[in-house]
């Protein structure tokens, strides 16, 4: 069974910095790349960030490039999205997502498993 869990939303002011864990319960057997996605009120649920199996190859959405970096450390099965420079825009739900494959994947379709999300606020 595959399981993903964020934390470390919250409540922070513009030009601030919040980090977003994610574990991942996954099939040892098995290789998955992971996402970050957010969904703001009213709106689609959107891509933000992507990261391979082995780390080595990372997307973001424009929105985000410069600001938020994605990583993962396999040994604990983490999955992680340090945000800077924060904007009221970004305000969201954030959710982490596993897609089977070793490559990273920005369609939200690939995604397969996601967690239940993590709130973040940005203040103006």
């Known amino acids: 069974q595959v399981q993903l869990v964020e934390s470390g939303g919250g409540l922070v002011q513009a030009g601030g910095s919040l980090r977003l864990s994610c574990a991942a319960s996954?099939?040892?057997?098995?290789?998955?790349?992971m996402g970050w996605f957010r969904q703001a009120p009213g709106k689609e649920r959107e891509f933000v960030a992507a990261i391979s199996w082995g780390g080595g190859s990372i997307s973001y959405a424009e929105f985000v490039k410069g600001r938020f970096t994605i990583s993962r450390d396999n040994g604990v099965n983490m999955v992680y999205l340090r945000m800077n420079y924060l904007k009221p825009e970004d305000t969201a739900i954030y959710y982490c997502a596993a897609a089977p494959g070793l490559s990273v994947v920005i369609p939200i379709d690939k995604y397969d498993y996601w967690g239940q999300g993590t709130q973040v606020t940005v203040s103006s």
């Open positions: 996954l099939r040892t057997s098995s290789r998955y790349a």
